[in-house]
């Protein structure tokens, strides 16, 4: 099983998700379900932002340790 990890750092809080290959769809859809809820540091920039990385995930151009200020990264674990 192939899947890679994707880590948000945001304020006190981290969110650390695993995420199979071939089930990214699965996975912003569970994402968007933690930005509709107002009790959880997360909000749709970091939905957007997630999609871009799993966007960059599926084509192979995510970087291994990928961080933008309090935005997510992505490692591989194979």
């Known amino acids: 099983m ?18 199979e290959v071939g089930q990214e769809e699965r996975f912003l859809a569970a994402v968007e379900g933690l930005a509709e809820n107002d009790r959880l540091n ?13 966007a960059d995930m599926t084509a192979g151009t ?5 961080r933008q200020g309090d935005r997510p990264r992505s490692e591989r674990d194979d």
């Open 62 to 66: 995510a970087s291994l340790g990928y």
């Open 2 to 19: 192939t899947e890679r990890r994707v880590v948000l750092l945001k304020g006190q809080h981290q969110y650390v998700f695993r995420v």
């Open 42 to 54: 997360f909000d749709w920039e970091d939905v957007a932002f997630f999609r871009r990385l799993v």
